[in-house]
């Protein structure tokens, strides 16, 4: 269902990691990444689902190119659009806050309307408390750790794509 709709995969990065993430998703999907850098929220416009990828910087603060973003964010009308997030983060050197980028980002395309798909399960991972846990034992969207568990980044992205309708 969501893989017939008009996708775009947009990401912030420091280490170039979440970087990292975003072009092999988009290379699963024959799409092209963008950073977020610089863009409007009319960036969005053309799109039905959008696909969003923020890693979770110091101790739980957003990504700076998605901090600058943030009043673009909630200027943006996405009412109508399904947004996917994928966040990462460090489980064990911030299990504190981890992927609390990505819940704050779930708050804000909530706000402006959009809806969320692709939420994760909590299994697997040791964090004491995040933000992107909405839901008890679910994420708000895929939860990818580079520094703990890089093994399991291919499958987790090819399994969560799979759950947002996509045929790899």
């Not at 999907?29 to 963008?34: H, T």
């Not at 799109?47 to 200027?75: C, H, K, R, S």
């Not at 299994?123 to 679910?138: H, I, L, M, P």
């Amino acid at each position: 269902m969501t893989a017939q709709l008009n996708t775009a995969i947009f990401f912030g990065s420091d280490t170039g990691n979440t970087e990292a993430a975003a072009q092999k998703i988009a290379e699963k999907l024959n799409l092209k990444a963008q950073d977020i850098a610089g863009c409007t929220s009319e960036i969005f416009d053309d799109y039905e689902l959008l696909i969003l990828g923020t890693p979770t910087a110091n101790y739980g603060e957003m990504q700076p190119d998605w901090d600058y973003f943030v009043p673009e964010l909630e200027d943006a009308d996405l009412s109508g659009k399904k947004v996917a997030l994928f966040g990462l983060g460090d489980q064990v050197d911030y299990p504190d806050s981890f992927l609390d980028a990505m819940g704050d980002l779930a708050d804000l395309v909530v706000d402006a309307g959009g809806e969320l798909v692709g939420a994760w399960s909590t299994d697997g991972y040791e964090f004491n408390d995040s933000r992107a846990e909405k839901e008890s034992g679910k994420f708000v969207g895929l939860a990818l750790d580079e520094d703990r568990q890089p093994e399991l980044t291919d499958d987790r992205i090819a399994t969560w794509l799979t759950t947002l309708g996509f045929n790899l």
